[in-house]
């Protein structure tokens, strides 16, 4: 969890002293919650994050947002052996899309969409 307070002390337009600098979201939670199974489900792991970036500011003047965003991310494993291992994962479960922030009103970038990765991992 974050929580920033950031301002613009000096500028050479005193017009933006006081206002918040372009990008930086004042606020940022990351939870995560998983569940390892045992017994019959033995080896197996589930789990569920939840990502919030709050808004932040378009342009210096503070006049344009960029709204916020929660994603959803589920995960899994399984350890076949004492050896090998099996992860997948989905990252922004919704293919929610959205502005992960701007430098201007004509320069943004957007988040990444809906991922699904797989890898197998052996130890030596």
């Known amino acids: ?23 930086i979201p004042e606020r940022a939670l990351s939870l995560r919650a998983d569940y390892t199974f045992q017994g019959n489900l033995d080896g197996v792991s589930l789990g569920l994050g939840l990502r919030h970036q709050g808004p932040s500011f378009t342009n210096t003047a503070n ?40 430098q201007s009103e004509f320069v943004c970038s957007y988040g990444a969409g809906r991922e699904v990765s797989l890898r197998a991992t052996r130890r030596w």
Do not use: K, Q
Not at 1 to 23: I, N, Q, R, W
């Open 1 to 23: 969890m974050t929580f920033l307070e950031t301002e613009v002390t000096e500028d050479a337009d005193p017009a933006l002293v006081g206002t918040t600098p372009t990008l």
């Open 63 to 102: 006049t344009l947002e960029v709204d916020s965003v929660t994603l959803g991310d589920l995960y899994g494993s399984y350890e076949i052996s004492d050896e090998v291992t099996a992860d997948l994962a989905i990252t922004n479960l919704t293919d929610e899309r959205y502005v992960t922030g701007c």
